[in-house]
């Protein structure tokens, strides 16, 4: 085994590193101190060595204490800093399978622990208590519970009887041991139970505990029960909140779901009105059409009404109006004769006494008149201008109609 001094100089070497946030190097040096140290057990045979007749088992075990402290100090930073991986398993001495998860890495260091102080129940209490620091700073709180209940129940009865003994002075007390036993119980019971909500557990192990003085029990038990009462109402507003969360979800939906019922209601409506119109404009379009045809047949009929009316004042009538006729007859027949045969003499006769015959003595003047027009435009040696050629060819059709009237 390494001498004591060499041990102490392996732990500042660490502890300087650590100081230098030189983590990984400070935890290598921090083993390395650490497989220097004797076990519990082994301590009993320095005395058979004559190389560690002065040693000074006090200093050794608080040499000890300090490594330990270290240790898990540098483990604790390094969780919290990075992600557990096989290389940070080998700096602090583990197996690499314990890189899987916190729990089995902290279990695996508990482990270690015990090794070094010769089981769990000798392990000091302090040392405990860093440990539960440790699994609170990583979520690891099931492997705190662990380890103090692995410690207290492994705990010698002679270590049980010193503890209870300064108990029960009702007095504060200056011994390190049994303060770090009662700062190991505290943070068990304030801490590790109410995380995992086993408050029950907490008032229980408090109140059958016989290393906790009276005062200590009351002041644990006020604390276990304010802490339940205030998980229970920090559980019941979380759960209202979910109430309410869940309600304003409910609410939401059913207004989305309105929502979209108005737009299909408000979609079909528009479709609707949309066909609606369409059909009135095709039933407009077809009475269109049959007050067209109905217009057309109406005048069809008011024209064969007209058409029966005069035939029947045609055949009903006097004498006179077979005259007129008659004259319109032959007011037809001569025009068109004239307008064949206006050149010959014999023909312009024969039509003047058709209408001499006929008795139209205005009808004769006009024509007389006319026909002398047109004999001084014969006369008329030069040539006309088109245009006055085209507004007598007007005249003489106008004179025509005016006959056509005349005899009418």
Same mark, same amino acid.
């Given at each position: 085994?390494?001498?004591l ?6 732990? $500042? ?10 983590? &990984?190097? +400070?935890a290598? +040096? ?9 076990? &519990? ?5 320095i005395?058979?060595? @004559? ?15 300090s490594?330990?402290?270290?240790y /898990?100090?540098?483990? &604790?930073?390094? /969780?919290?800093?990075? #992600? ?14 314990? +890189?899987?998860?916190h729990?089995q ?16 129940g ?21 492997v705190?519970?662990?380890?103090v ?15 209870s003994s300064? +108990? ?14 009662? @700062? ?12 995992m !909500?086993?408050?029950e ?6 109140q ?7 005062e ?13 009462? #205030? ?15 869940? $309600?304003?979800?409910?609410i ?5 779901k309105?929502r979209?019922?108005?737009?299909? @209601? ?6 609707? @009105? ?15 059409v049959? %007050? ?8 069809? !009929?008011?024209?064969?009404?007209f058409?029966s ?5 045609l ?5 006179s109006?077979?005259?007129? $006729? *008659? ?12 307008s /064949? !045969? ?9 039509? %003047? *006494? ?6 139209s ?12 027009? %047109?004999? /001084?435009?014969r ?13 007598? &060819? ?15």
């Open positions: 085994m390494a001498h001094t060499s041990i102490q100089a392996q732990y $500042q070497k660490a502890l300087r590193f650590y100081l230098l946030t030189k983590y &990984t190097t +400070a290598t +040096a921090c083993l390395k101190a650490i497989t220097q140290l004797p076990k &519990t057990n082994a301590i009993q045979e005395d058979e060595n @004559e190389s560690y007749t002065n040693i000074n088992i006090q200093e050794l075990e608080t040499l000890r204490y490594i330990w402290t270290l /898990l100090n540098i483990a &604790t930073t390094l /969780l919290t800093q990075q #992600d557990i991986t096989p290389h940070v398993t080998k700096l602090f001495g583990l197996a690499p399978a314990v +890189a899987k998860s729990d890495f902290v279990h695996a260091m508990w482990q270690l622990l015990s090794e070094g102080y010769g089981g769990s000798n392990v000091d209490p302090r040392l405990v208590s860093s440990c539960l620091v440790m699994t609170l700073k990583i979520q690891a709180v099931n705190g519970r662990q380890i209940e692995e410690w207290y129940a492994a705990m010698s009865d002679s270590t049980m009887d010193y503890i300064i +108990a029960i002075q009702q007095e504060e007390s200056d011994d390190v041991y049994y303060n770090g036993c009662m @700062e190991a119980i505290d943070l068990y019971v304030t801490r590790i139970l109410p995380a !909500n086993d408050y557990t907490a008032i229980s192990f408090v059958y505990n016989p290393l906790i003085s009276d200590k029990k009351e002041s644990l038990q006020r604390f276990v029960s304010k802490s339940e009462q #205030d998980a229970s109402r920090e559980r019941q507003k979380k759960i209202e909140q979910q109430k309410k969360i869940e $309600q304003l979800a409910k939401t939906e059913e207004k989305e309105a979209l019922q108005e737009e299909r @209601e408000r979609a079909e409506k528009e479709a609707q @009105e949309m066909k609606t119109k369409a059909y009135e404009k095709q039933v407009d379009k077809v009475e269109q049959d %007050i067209t045809s109905t217009h057309i047949h109406s005048d069809s !009929n008011s024209s064969s009404v058409s009316s005069s035939s029947s004042s055949d009903n009538g006097n004498g109006t077979n005259i007129n $006729q *008659r004259q319109l007859s032959n007011t037809t027949t001569s025009r068109r004769s004239f /064949l !045969n206006q050149r010959s003499p014999t023909a312009v006769k024969e039509w %003047i *006494r058709q209408l001499i015959g006929a008795g003595a205005t009808s004769v003047a006009t024509l007389l008149m006319i026909l002398a027009l %047109i004999g /001084l435009l006369g008329f040696r030069g040539k006309w201008s088109e245009p006055l050629k085209i507004a007598l &060819t007007k005249l003489w059709q106008t004179v025509q109609m005016g006959t056509k009237v005349t005899y009418l």
